[in-house]
Nanobody, 123 residues
């Protein structure tokens, strides 16, 4: 069992940066693939980034590649999403999630979800 709490969202101007955090409780945090998803109003939840249990392998949606960086600190039971060069189209509620599945880009494969944190990018 893993309980996830995400934080770090806010309002930022286009071109700015934010770092999201996802704090996990549970002894098996380092066994899970960690992912970040986002959902804008009226749209489906979409994959943003994922990170293997070791942090050595990372995966990104094309729309954020080169701007966002996912990482994790297993000693702190925390995953991060560093977001740079933010654009208005990045505005959404961002969710962290945990899975054992290798289908890291599919939200249906994730077992645990954080509550979401709002990111708003103004133009």
């Amino acid at each position: 069992q893993v309980h996830l709490v995400s934080s770090g969202g806010g309002l930022v101007q286009a071109g700015g940066s934010l770092r999201l955090s996802c704090a996990a409780s549970g002894r098996t945090f380092n066994s899970y693939i960690m992912g970040w998803f986002r959902q804008a109003p009226g749209k489906e939840r979409e994959f943003v980034a994922a990170c293997s249990w070791s942090g050595d392998n990372t995966y990104y949606a094309d729309s954020v590649k080169g701007r966002f960086t996912i990482s994790r600190d297993n000693a702190k039971n925390t995953a991060y999403l560093q977001m740079n060069s933010l654009k208005p189209e990045d505005t959404a509620v961002y969710y962290c999630a945990a899975t054992y599945s290798s289908y890291y880009s599919s939200p249906g494969r994730y077992d645990y979800w954080g509550q979401g944190t709002q990111v708003t990018v103004s133009s």
